[in-house]
């Protein structure tokens, strides 16, 4: 064999042994940031330039269209351009539409974009009254169902088994819907996207001629993200291969986090056993993140049933992991944007900054808190907050209760919550995923919104008002922004400075993750998480939703062996105590001075502090006169940016996240002239 040095040298030792383990079959466990990408098209290009493979030969297989445009993009550079390299849909839709009207005799059925519109012709049959939500959930759970080899009549057992739920819906009456949602398929002659993999499956499994053509045609295998794959992708990979072993597959079992729509991080770990005599190789030096965040990664892990390669940082040490805990998460937000400020004026690019949460909903204290000082954002993977659907309705709802006096004689509070419970909305929480879930979630966000707004104004039409001064203020044009993203939409990104927020449990891990299994995957949320951040990695929490609210959540359970020591003890104190921590920094408070002072002594302040103390001083003696908590005329938070900012006239106090049109016409001459 001649070996190919130009494409090699530049290889580490373990991305080199990839590149030259050119026969299958080929295990390549990939840590985070370890160049998988890099070692697999050397391989292929490896094996073309030494003349083991013909290019039009080799299928490299992925589970996005992203990954295999820049897959694609790589070979060429690399002088192997006529490979091949598609997602399992693309492979097995390109087959399908050559093979099919051959071996059917009739045109292949029309592909359909979205399910929805057909199963709400199923659910009507079924006399079942279903939503967007409800039908997009429907949607996931037969997608789940149809990539797990799940058939309608088997479905009830199965899910049951699996502890599978649609929120709201028993196990038979969604075994209905599916059979049902099938049948309304046929009949229109559409297939769907798991039908592609089903069809394609079934015609080489039933059409020896077919299979053998495609086996002529692809005689060498590669397939990324193997973790992800599902018993349908890997029952048709096994059709592709044919009884063969020239497969290489790359993939991290700690960085499974799909389970729940059909990913079986299974087929991995044990490759080597349906695969005798299998070259097993992992990758083990990451390049993206400094020697702190693999090390704190690294720690996440050990120990779990996550456990899987352990990384080693080939970048040059950076600064600590910080750990920070506020009061509230309005608190936890401005604190991030305040560092994002540090950051940017510091010269860090805007597009290489991330704040990383868990569910889409906890994405607007951060919007609101990066609009208030001007930040341009994007949030990736969803709609800003207030463009979702659910929450276009419920404002423009809560304004229509508003303008018509049908909450006259209805406290703030207990206005909204009428609007949202007539929309769906329960003060509990529904059990299982999906968007159902999420559309609670975001009207929870609402309606906690109200609570907080209610402590300091009742007014309904001043919410109103607030709730239009917010849209407003998320709404601006984005050009390089900071990235608001939850850790499944971050998976395969990477920025500088990475912010994972929320980390308390109840949220991390989730509350419908009841199961071993299901927590393990949620430990594995958060690692992958942390390993998208190459220079700054800060992890936070909050002791209670609203200010003012009480302090009862504790850090994350994963997080117990991260924590300083002298953070982790004050995971233990009751329920009731508050731990006071720096402003600046979150490390707890140590010393008397300090706890006044409400930052470490070495912190510098990112505010004005002695225009702080004549705030809380003036606020303090307003406070007593109007007979409220001092917290109710403003939050030490808004105090400190109004310190940090410094407005001048009226509309520059409006712009301070907690100052609304009320606040302002009944604090906001007396602000200015502290101020002044």
Same mark, same amino acid.
Request: proline letters at 4%; a neutral charge.
């Given at each position: 064999?001649?070996?190919?040095?130009?494409?090699?040298?530049?290889?580490?030792?373990?991305?080199?042994?990839?590149?030259?383990?050119?026969?299958?079959?080929?295990?390549?466990?990939?840590?985070?940031?370890?160049?998988?990408?890099?070692?697999?098209?050397?391989?292929?290009?490896?094996?073309?330039?030494?003349?083991?493979?013909?290019?039009?030969?080799?299928?490299?297989?992925?589970?996005?269209?992203?990954?295999?445009?820049?897959?694609?993009?790589?070979?060429?550079?690399?002088?192997?351009?006529?490979?091949?390299?598609?997602?399992?849909?693309?492979?097995?839709?390109?087959?399908?539409?050559?093979?099919?009207?051959?071996?059917?005799?009739?045109?292949?059925?029309?592909?359909?974009?979205?399910?929805?519109?057909?199963?709400?012709?199923?659910?009507?049959?079924?006399?079942?009254?279903?939503?967007?939500?409800?039908?997009?959930?429907?949607?996931?759970?037969?997608?789940?169902?149809?990539?797990?080899?799940?058939?309608?009549?088997?479905?009830?057992?199965?899910?049951?088994?699996?502890?599978?739920?649609?929120?709201?819906?028993?196990?038979?009456?969604?075994?209905?819907?599916?059979?049902?949602?099938?049948?309304?398929?046929?009949?229109?002659?559409?297939?769907?996207?798991?039908?592609?993999?089903?069809?394609?499956?079934?015609?080489?499994?039933?059409?020896?001629?077919?299979?053998?053509?495609?086996?002529?045609?692809?005689?060498?295998?590669?397939?990324?993200?193997?973790?992800?794959?599902?018993?349908?992708?890997?029952?048709?990979?096994?059709?592709?291969?044919?009884?063969?072993?020239?497969?290489?597959?790359?993939?991290?079992?700690?960085?499974?986090?799909?389970?729940?729509?059909?990913?079986?991080?299974?087929?991995?770990?044990?490759?080597?056993?349906?695969?005798?005599?299998?070259?097993?190789?992992?990758?083990?030096?990451?390049?993206?993140?400094?020697?702190?965040?693999?090390?704190?990664?690294?720690?996440?892990?050990?120990?779990?049933?996550?456990?899987?390669?352990?990384?080693?940082?080939?970048?040059?040490?950076?600064?600590?992991?910080?750990?920070?805990?506020?009061?509230?998460?309005?608190?936890?937000?401005?604190?991030?944007?305040?560092?994002?400020?540090?950051?940017?004026?510091?010269?860090?690019?805007?597009?290489?900054?991330?704040?990383?949460?868990?569910?889409?909903?906890?994405?607007?204290?951060?919007?609101?808190?990066?609009?208030?000082?001007?930040?341009?954002?994007?949030?990736?993977?969803?709609?800003?907050?207030?463009?979702?659907? %659910?929450? /276009?309705?419920?404002?423009?709802?809560?304004?229509?209760? #508003? @303008?018509?006096?049908? +909450?006259?004689?209805? *406290? !703030?509070?207990?206005?909204?919550?009428?609007?949202?419970?007539?929309?769906?909305?329960?003060?509990?929480?529904?059990?299982?995923?999906?968007?159902?879930?999420?559309?609670?979630?975001?009207?929870?966000?609402?309606?906690?919104?109200?609570?907080?707004?209610?402590?300091?104004?009742?007014?309904?039409?001043?919410?109103?008002?607030?709730?239009?001064?917010?849209?407003?203020?998320?709404?601006?044009?984005?050009?390089?922004?900071?990235?608001?993203?939850?850790?499944?939409?971050?998976?395969?990104?990477?920025?500088?400075?990475?912010?994972?927020?929320?980390?308390?449990?109840?949220?991390?891990?989730?509350?419908?993750?009841?199961?071993?299994?299901?927590?393990? %995957?949620? /430990?594995?949320?958060?690692?992958?998480?942390?390993?998208? #951040? @190459?220079?700054?990695? +800060?992890?936070?929490? *909050? !002791?209670?939703?609203?200010?003012?609210?009480?302090?009862?959540?504790?850090?994350?359970?994963?997080?117990?062996?991260?924590?300083?020591?002298?953070?982790?003890?004050?995971?233990?104190?009751?329920?009731?105590?508050?731990?006071?921590?720096?402003?600046?920094?979150?490390?707890?408070?140590?010393?008397?001075?300090?706890?006044?002072?409400?930052?470490?002594?070495?912190?510098?302040?990112?505010?004005?502090?002695?225009?702080?103390?004549?705030?809380?001083?003036?606020?303090?003696?307003?406070?007593?006169?109007?007979?409220?908590?001092?917290?109710?005329?403003?939050?030490?938070?808004?105090?400190?940016?109004?310190?940090?900012?410094?407005?001048?006239?009226?509309?520059?106090?409006?712009?301070?996240?907690?100052?609304?049109?009320?606040?302002?016409?009944?604090?906001?001459?007396?602000?200015? *002239?502290?101020?002044?």
């Amino acid at each position: 064999m001649t070996v190919a040095p130009d494409l090699l040298d530049a290889l580490d030792p373990e991305q080199r042994q990839v590149a030259e383990a050119l026969r299958g079959p080929v295990r390549v466990l990939a840590g985070a940031g370890t160049g998988k990408t890099r070692a697999i098209t050397h391989r292929i290009a490896h094996g073309v330039a030494t003349g083991v493979y013909a290019p039009t030969e080799v299928l490299a297989v992925t589970f996005t269209t992203r990954a295999a445009g820049e897959m694609r993009g790589r070979l060429r550079v690399l002088g192997a351009g006529g490979v091949q390299a598609r997602t399992f849909h693309s492979a097995a839709l390109r087959q399908l539409r050559y093979f099919w009207p051959r071996t059917s005799g009739h045109e292949l059925p029309t592909l359909t974009e979205s399910k929805i519109g057909l199963l709400a012709s199923a659910a009507r049959r079924q006399r079942l009254n279903a939503d967007q939500a409800l039908l997009r959930d429907l949607a996931s759970e037969i997608e789940w169902a149809k990539v797990s080899n799940v058939h309608p009549d088997d479905y009830t057992r199965i899910a049951r088994a699996r502890g599978r739920s649609v929120t709201g819906q028993d196990h038979e009456t969604v075994a209905r819907v599916f059979a049902g949602y099938e049948e309304v398929k046929r009949g229109q002659g559409r297939m769907d996207m798991e039908d592609v993999l089903l069809l394609t499956a079934g015609m080489l499994a039933d059409d020896e001629r077919v299979a053998a053509q495609v086996r002529r045609q692809y005689k060498w295998f590669v397939v990324d993200e193997y973790q992800d794959v599902s018993p349908l992708q890997s029952a048709l990979l096994g059709l592709w291969l044919g009884g063969r072993d020239e497969l290489c597959v790359v993939g991290d079992p700690a960085q499974t986090i799909y389970s729940f729509a059909g990913a079986d991080a299974t087929y991995l770990r044990e490759f080597p056993a349906k695969f005798p005599g299998t070259t097993s190789i992992e990758l083990v030096r990451n390049y993206r993140s400094t020697p702190e965040v693999v090390s704190a990664a690294n720690t996440l892990l050990a120990g779990s049933a996550s456990s899987g390669v352990e990384l080693r940082a080939q970048r040059p040490s950076g600064p600590t992991v910080t750990y920070t805990q506020r009061l509230d998460e309005v608190a936890e937000a401005e604190a991030v944007a305040a560092q994002i400020v540090r950051l940017r004026d510091a010269g860090r690019s805007l597009a290489e900054i991330a704040v990383l949460f868990r569910i889409n909903a906890q994405s607007e204290t951060f919007e609101e808190a990066l609009s208030a000082r001007g930040i341009p954002y994007v949030i990736r993977g969803a709609a800003r907050f207030f463009d979702r659907p %659910e929450v /276009r309705e419920a404002v423009t709802r809560i304004r229509g209760a #508003a @303008r018509s006096g049908e +909450a006259d004689g209805s *406290s !703030l509070v207990e206005a909204v919550g009428g609007v949202l419970a007539g929309m769906g909305w329960t003060t509990e929480a529904p059990t299982a995923r999906g968007q159902t879930r999420d559309r609670w979630e975001s009207w929870n966000a609402l309606f906690n919104t109200a609570t907080e707004f209610a402590a300091t104004n009742p007014d309904l039409n001043a919410f109103v008002d607030d709730l239009d001064r917010r849209a407003a203020e998320q709404h601006a044009p984005v050009a390089d922004g900071v990235t608001l993203a939850t850790f499944h939409a971050a998976k395969g990104l990477e920025w500088d400075s990475v912010f994972l927020c929320g980390l308390q449990d109840g949220t991390l891990p989730i509350t419908y993750a009841d199961t071993p299994l299901a927590i393990e %995957e949620e /430990r594995r949320l958060l690692y992958v998480g942390m390993t998208r #951040a @190459r220079v700054d990695l +800060a992890l936070s929490w *909050s !002791l209670a939703r609203n200010p003012g609210g009480r302090a009862s959540r504790k850090p994350s359970r994963f997080l117990d062996q991260l924590l300083p020591d002298e953070a982790r003890a004050g995971r233990e104190l009751p329920r009731n105590r508050k731990v006071a921590s720096c402003r600046e920094c979150g490390r707890p408070l140590s010393t008397g001075a300090e706890k006044k002072r409400g930052r470490c002594a070495d912190c510098p302040a990112s505010y004005d502090e002695e225009l702080f103390e004549r705030l809380r001083e003036w606020r303090k003696d307003r406070a007593g006169e109007e007979s409220v908590p001092a917290f109710v005329v403003f939050t030490d938070a808004t105090l400190q940016l109004i310190a940090e900012h410094k407005p001048r006239t009226p509309e520059a106090l409006l712009r301070i996240n907690g100052i609304g049109r009320q606040k302002l016409d009944r604090y906001g001459e007396d602000v200015l *002239s502290v101020v002044g």
